[in-house]
Nanobody, 115 residues
Framework: VQLQASGGGLVQAGGSLRLSCAASRSISSINEMGWYRQPPGKQRDFVAV???????KYVDSVKGRFTISRDNAKNTAYLQMNSLKAEDTAIYYCYVLRLNGYTDWGQGTQVTVSS
């Protein structure tokens, strides 16, 4: 599955961005679809996931501010990010976990939050 992430940019603290992750084929049967992020000089860490069963999970630092959603008709997942903080600055990567256990990654989109 090829993934195309978009929607990143420069925003002031307290602002909002919506990231999109478009898949090259149907995501309706994909096990998980979600987001990781990698701040400058740090490792890539989990942010949010949406499962095929409809459940969602978030890292504690974004709970209440970020919302992940999926539009199976458009083969696209979204990450709505509100109340952004400087510490949210990172490259955001979307991924899918296929039913066979294989993980595909998108190319990443830069999010920069100025304080």
């Amino acid at each position: 599955v090829q993934l195309q992430a978009s929607g990143g940019g420069l925003v002031q603290a307290g602002g909002s961005l919506r990231l999109s992750c478009a898949a090259s084929r149907s995501i309706s049967s994909i096990n998980e679809m979600g987001w990781y992020r990698q701040p400058p000089g740090k490792q890539r860490d989990f942010v949010a996931v949406s499962t095929s069963g409809g459940s969602t999970k978030y890292v504690d630092s974004v709970k209440g501010r970020f919302t992940i959603s999926r539009d199976n008709a458009k083969n696209t997942a979204y990450l709505q990010m509100n109340s952004l903080k400087a510490e949210d600055t990172a490259i955001y990567y979307c991924y899918v976990l296929r039913l066979n256990g294989y993980t595909d990654w998108g190319q990443g989109t830069q999010v920069t939050v100025s304080s």
